[in-house]
């Protein structure tokens, strides 16, 4: 052997010797100096957390009848993390699962796709890491193949799960109320305390609006998990570590079934009616509530929707449709959310005013057809005129000139255009402490707060509107003038007024606050609650639906908390004075045609017609009312925007719903001996459907 | 025996009974050491999905026995071979070994795992030509730089020359596959037995730097695939994509490390009884034996792999001729390569390719070479030289 080889054959014996060194030392850095961290992994690679959701807790009426509950629906989900991680992005696996689901391939991609302001309905508006569901109410055949052959469907899971079901028991359906649930955004998931639903469980839902958003922590429940091992394909091999969830409270809320089934079925009727008498009847309210304690019986509202539609995805036609303008904007309560001027059903609030401010409860007040207001004639309904009379035929016969001349001279002892340092504002003072202008704190989100158009508030409006009416003032309306000379003056004449003394609470504006017009805004949660004030003697209750949370087995949760009610500064002497005259209105006043044969002996009725005239568009039907008169118990109170005078299209719908309540002769009263039931209900009457 | 008759080597030949003294028994014993190991982690790594998959828990065992086998009769018969009258044959050796190279790039080849290196033979049995290639390598080069020269202490020019014209070709058609792993035990052996031959430095020096143009072009001109760009981009940062290229890297890294100093025992381990590493019989097998074995089971792999290389480089020295001494050497720069290359992509200090670990990865082919390997350096080691 040459030299050269024996050397060149040593130097590869040490590269080698080398080479083994150096694998060796690397295994022992990775197994012995690094081992302990690699053992961790190597745990955290081995066992994955399934969150077991919780079943959601029903909503009940006072009867414990569900107005809310669950059925089990088969839902196949796609986990968007695990198609991703296959080679053309899960786009096989799709195609099949389109084909056992009976679907297009492309239906499927719309649903998993993620929602972003570009990205139209159907789309997926929770979190990405989250399994989405693409089909539910799956047939079993179906699902069983899913399951049985996961190796074809990697990141397909079919797993029954709880779904919201609507049972609409005694056609109480209320969505606006109960409100409806939505996948979960990232942004609150990551904000959640607590266990997550994550990874292979389902989805985890979150209420968005009305009760379902109110009590969602109530409702919710605590999910359980699962530790369990899993191989790499995240096959489960065993379970390490369990903790079963537990079922979320049941609501038990002081809806009754029975009254917002009639509440919602009189308010349909009063909408079809006024629409037959040639009104728009674009939307419309029904508030019930116990008088004497705020508790929520009956809440309506049209246009509606069937909550249904939220499970399991829902389609850009139909999300359109629930926010859109077109058909009503359905999501919206106007019960809470809905502001209308009350029109004279806000008298009860004025006579109050009027009387603290000096006038004489039993005094003879004329009232004219019209009454000059500075230099503007201010008219009753219809310019008639009723001669003298006291403030109980006011409210009977609805005369509006008693109160614009009450607002007119407190307006002028108040320094008129030119206001002392702390004006009275008798009626402004007076509607703030029956709670119009301020949210009635019911336990349901978004509430709006109405308006009381005070001297600030004119001052801010018109700062805020002020370039825009001063430019009018400046160049008049062309457009309308080339069409309509005369109306064109007009408006240039109040943009002019506006421009300069907008800010000015004027005799004008007092006028029109003391019937409810003008700027005044009231929700139909807020009159029912000052009528309340009125039939329980001065207390100012505070609305509310969510009495207590139950378990499935009927025991208490929690009892939700009643807050305390404030009392009214006002003599109950004139409050009484008050329930005289409503309830002459409906035996011989504004309202007496629509009460016509009404069974006063079954339960006597009392209330207000309002008629408010809105610019530009058809006047606001309002009834108030309240009953029984001697010991007044409810309170019923309807609106229905564009739908006419308040005694032709809002007062039969109170008449209906209190026969419903008390019965007729032909029709079973819903309510026993006048009462609804007291305490909490025992188990719920219906169970989750299996 | 008769075919040996004639023989007047340098080393005494006395029948069967003294061959069989003059085998290296430590050889012997080593590689069947590692065939046991290879075995029993072969099963470790397959009987739980087989279980799974509702097939005999003891299939891949099964085969893998069968394959040893073959492997030792294989291995028996190139060792009782007169290696020198291999030279004969090289050149049909050869010419097969193209012809199956070019067949795996036609549509008889098979893809398996992202290469086509594979000719299916039906019947479930696949031929994987590069295997056997590395066979066909190592005798011609012995061959061409291991001709008997007169005063010359290296090979000239046109025979370094030939044996790089005749490397290459084979080297661009299993590049064609792709399958880098073997063009770069090609590269190793090649440069290997060059610099053993005695050729010139700078030979040598020019072939490394031809390596390393060659791989910058390809890097610079795309001739690489994206998977393997993206292999070697994981290789230098694991985590940068964790469930793609990064996967197996990570994953191999996981088992191995949480297997810790004595492992979690035979037929114990949870990464690889939950299949989180992918190929674990064949290119990742070591990391079966990270885990259930440990540091004391992966090293004691490596040093008898070691061991291995230490008696063939031993037989390369004691050899009766340079042509023995070139088929040992190139043996043990092809088993070397492709042990560091493996363990090292399992531990993270090399990128991933395609190769199995010598004697201990499942696979027929693999075996198959590498029991040929064995028998050549066995049929060296009995034609040594009269000193020992």
Request: glycine letters at 12%; one cysteine or more; charged letters at 25%.
């Given at each position: 052997m040459n030299p050269r080889t024996h050397f060149r054959l040593v130097v590869l014996y040490v590269l080698v010797g080398a080479l083994l060194l150096v694998l060796i030392g690397r295994l022992w850095t990775l197994q012995v100096l690094d081992g302990e961290r690699y053992r961790q992994t190597a745990a955290q690679n081995r066992t994955r957390d399934i969150v077991v959701p919780a079943i959601r807790g029903m909503i009940l009426d006072d009867r414990g009848v569900a107005l809310v509950r669950n059925r089990s629906a088969l839902v196949v989900s796609v986990d968007r993390t695990s198609l991703s991680r296959q080679g053309d992005g899960g786009d096989a696996v799709l195609k099949r699962l389109a084909g056992v689901l009976g679907v297009s391939h492309a239906s499927i991609l719309q649903r998993i796709r993620l929602c972003s302001p570009t990205v139209k309905r159907p789309c997926w508006p929770g979190s990405p890491y989250q399994p989405i569901p693409v089909a539910d109410n799956v047939d079993p055949k179906r699902a069983l193949q899913i399951m049985e052959r996961q190796e074809d469907f990697p990141g397909v899971t079919a797993q029954v799960q709880a779904v919201r079901e609507y049972p609409h028991p005694s056609g109480a359906s209320a969505p606006q109320t109960l409100g409806y649930l939505q996948p979960i955004t990232q942004e609150e998931l990551d904000e959640r305390k607590g266990l997550k639903v994550t990874g292979y469980s389902g989805v985890d839902l979150?209420?968005?609006?009305?009760?379902?958003?109110?009590?969602?922590?109530?409702?919710?429940?605590?999910?359980?998990?699962?530790?369990?091992?899993?191989?790499?394909?995240?096959?489960?091999?065993?379970?390490?570590?369990?903790?079963?969830?537990?079922?979320?409270?049941?609501?038990?809320?002081?809806?009754?079934?029975?009254?917002?089934?009639?509440?919602?079925?009189?308010?349909?009727?009063?909408?079809?009616?006024?629409?037959?008498?040639?009104?728009?009847?674009?939307?419309?309210?029904?508030?019930?509530?116990?008088?004497?304690?705020?508790?929520?019986?009956?809440?309506?509202?049209?246009?509606?929707?069937?909550?249904?539609?939220?499970?399991?995805?829902?389609?850009?036609?139909?999300?359109?449709?629930?926010?859109?303008?077109?058909?009503?904007?359905?999501?919206?309560?106007?019960?809470?959310?809905?502001?209308?001027?009350?029109?004279?059903?806000?008298?009860?609030?004025?006579?109050?005013?009027?009387?603290?401010?000096?006038?004489?409860?039993?005094?003879?007040?004329?009232?004219?057809?019209?009454?000059?207001?500075?230099?503007?004639?201010?008219?009753?309904?219809?310019?008639?005129?009723?001669?003298?009379?006291?403030?109980?035929?006011?409210?009977?016969?609805?005369?509006?000139?008693?109160?614009?001349?009450?607002?007119?001279?407190?307006?002028?002892?108040?320094?008129?255009?030119?206001?002392?340092?702390?004006?009275?504002?008798?009626?402004?003072?007076?509607?703030?402490?029956?709670?119009?202008?301020?949210?009635?704190?019911?336990?349901?989100?978004?509430?709006?707060?109405?308006?009381?158009?005070?001297?600030?508030?004119?001052?801010?409006?018109?700062?805020?509107?002020?370039?825009?009416?001063?430019?009018?003032?400046?160049?008049?309306?062309?457009?309308?003038?080339?069409?309509?000379?005369?109306?064109?003056?007009?408006?240039?004449?109040?943009?002019?007024?506006?421009?300069?003394?907008?800010?000015?609470?004027?005799?004008?504006?007092?006028?029109?606050?003391?019937?409810?017009?003008?700027?005044?805004?009231?929700?139909?949660?807020?009159?029912?609650?000052?009528?309340?004030?009125?039939?329980?003697?001065?207390?100012?209750?505070?609305?509310?639906?969510?009495?207590?949370?139950?378990?499935?087995?009927?025991?208490?949760?929690?009892?939700?908390?009643?807050?305390?009610?404030?009392?009214?500064?006002?003599?109950?002497?004139?409050?009484?004075?008050?329930?005289?005259?409503?309830?002459?209105?409906?035996?011989?006043?504004?309202?007496?045609?629509?009460?016509?044969?009404?069974?006063?002996?079954?339960?006597?009725?009392?209330?207000?017609?309002?008629?408010?005239?809105?610019?530009?568009?058809?006047?606001?039907?309002?009834?108030?009312?309240?009953?029984?008169?001697?010991?007044?118990?409810?309170?019923?109170?309807?609106?229905?925007?564009?739908?006419?005078?308040?005694?032709?299209?809002?007062?039969?719908?109170?008449?209906?719903?209190?026969?419903?309540?008390?019965?007729?002769?032909?029709?079973?009263?819903?309510?026993?001996?006048?009462?609804?039931?007291?305490?909490?209900?025992?188990?719920?009457?219906?169970?989750?459907?299996? | 025996m008769n075919r040996l008759k004639g023989y007047r080597g340098p080393g005494p030949w006395r029948g069967r009974a003294a061959g069989l003294r003059r085998l290296d028994w430590t050889l012997i014993l080593i590689v069947l050491v590692l065939s046991v190991a290879g075995a029993v982690l072969v099963r470790s790594a397959t009987f739980q999905l087989m279980i799974e998959q509702g097939k005999d828990p003891e299939s891949y065992l099964k085969r893998h026995i069968l394959n040893l086998l073959i492997g030792f009769v294989l291995g028996g018969l190139v060792t009782v071979l007169d290696y020198r009258l291999l030279r004969a044959y090289v050149p049909i050796l050869y010419a097969v070994a193209c012809v199956g190279l070019v067949a795996v790039l036609t549509p008889l080849g098979s893809t398996i795992n992202g290469s086509h290196s594979w000719i299916v033979l039906g019947g479930g049995f696949q031929v994987q030509p590069s295997e056997f290639a590395k066979v066909g390598l190592v005798v011609l080069l012995a061959m061409i730089l291991g001709e008997p020269r007169d005063g010359e202490i290296g090979p000239g020019r046109r025979d370094v020359l030939l044996a790089l014209a005749l490397a290459g070709l084979p080297a661009v058609l299993i590049l064609m596959q792709p399958d880098l792993g073997t063009t770069l035990v090609f590269g190793a052996v090649v440069l290997g037995m060059l610099a053993v031959s005695g050729a010139r430095k700078r030979w040598l020096a020019g072939l490394v730097a031809g390596g390393g143009a060659a791989a910058t072009a390809a890097w610079a001109f795309g001739v690489l695939k994206p998977y393997q760009i993206a292999r070697f981009t994981a290789f230098l940062d694991p985590s940068a994509d964790p469930r793609g290229a990064g996967y197996n890297a990570q994953q191999a890294r996981i088992a191995i490390g949480s297997g810790g100093a004595f492992g979690k025992g035979l037929f114990e381990g949870e990464q690889t009884g939950g299949h989180f590493v992918p190929e674990q019989q064949t290119d990742f097998i070591f990391t079966v034996a990270g885990e259930e074995l440990g540091f004391a089971g992966g090293a004691a792999i490596i040093v008898l792999l070691g061991i291995v290389l230490w008696r063939g480089l031993r037989i390369a020295l004691q050899a009766a001729d340079l042509f023995g001494t070139l088929v040992a050497t190139g043996v043990v720069c092809w088993l070397a390569f492709q042990t560091f290359e493996n363990v090292g992509m399992t531990l993270g200090i090399m990128p991933i390719t395609g190769l199995p670990l010598p004697f201990v990865s499942y696979g027929g082919s693999a075996t198959f070479a590498n029991m040929i390997a064995f028998g050549l350096l066995q049929a060296v080691h009995v034609r040594r030289r009269a000193f020992d």
């Open positions: 979150i209420g968005r609006a009305g009760l379902e958003a109110q009590y969602d922590a109530d409702l919710r429940g605590e999910p359980g998990f699962r530790r369990v091992l899993v191989d790499s394909q995240g096959r489960v091999t065993g379970t390490a570590e369990e903790k079963r969830p537990v079922t979320g409270g049941n609501l038990v809320t002081s809806i009754d079934a029975g009254v917002q089934g009639a509440a919602e079925s009189a308010l349909k009727k009063a909408i079809e009616d006024a629409r037959k008498a040639g009104h728009k009847a674009d939307s419309g309210a029904v508030v019930v509530m116990d008088a004497t304690d705020g508790r929520m019986i009956a809440m309506a509202s049209h246009p509606t929707y069937d909550p249904a539609i939220w499970t399991g995805g829902i389609s850009q036609d139909d999300y359109d449709a629930l926010l859109g303008k077109k058909r009503g904007e359905p999501l919206i309560s106007r019960v809470t959310q809905g502001q209308f001027a009350p029109a004279s059903t806000f008298k009860i609030s004025s006579i109050a005013a009027a009387v603290r401010d000096g006038y004489d409860l039993h005094g003879t007040y004329p009232c004219p057809g019209s009454y000059n207001v500075g230099s503007r004639a201010f008219t009753n309904y219809e310019a008639q005129g009723h001669g003298n009379m006291n403030l109980h035929e006011a409210l009977v016969v609805s005369c509006d000139t008693i109160f614009y001349r009450f607002a007119y001279e407190a307006w002028l002892r108040d320094g008129g255009t030119d206001p002392k340092k702390n004006p009275s504002d008798p009626m402004v003072g007076m509607a703030r402490e029956f709670g119009f202008g301020a949210r009635t704190g019911i336990d349901l989100p978004n509430e709006s707060a109405g308006r009381i158009p005070d001297r600030a508030w004119k001052k801010a409006f018109w700062q805020a509107t002020r370039a825009s009416n001063c430019k009018a003032a400046k160049e008049g309306y062309p457009d309308v003038a080339r069409t309509d000379p005369s109306r064109a003056a007009y408006l240039k004449a109040i943009a002019t007024e506006n421009c300069t003394e907008g800010f000015m609470w004027r005799a004008g504006d007092t006028a029109n606050f003391s019937v409810g017009q003008g700027d005044v805004l009231a929700t139909p949660l807020q009159l029912a609650r000052a009528y309340a004030a009125v039939a329980n003697g001065g207390r100012l209750v505070t609305p509310r639906l969510g009495m207590a949370v139950t378990r499935p087995d009927g025991s208490l949760v929690r009892r939700l908390p009643d807050p305390a009610d404030p009392r009214l500064k006002v003599d109950p002497k004139v409050l009484k004075y008050i329930r005289g005259g409503l309830a002459d209105v409906t035996k011989r006043g504004t309202a007496a045609g629509a009460f016509s044969g009404f069974d006063f002996k079954r339960v006597d009725v009392a209330g207000k017609t309002g008629t408010a005239e809105v610019y530009g568009k058809d006047d606001t039907s309002w009834f108030a009312s309240f009953g029984p008169v001697s010991k007044p118990r409810y309170v019923v109170v309807a609106m229905v925007s564009q739908g006419g005078t308040g005694a032709s299209t809002a007062a039969p719908a109170v008449r209906s719903i209190w026969e419903a309540m008390y019965g007729t002769d032909d029709r079973k009263p819903i309510l026993k001996n006048g009462r609804l039931p007291t305490g909490l209900p025992g188990p719920p009457v219906s169970r989750t459907s299996q | -």
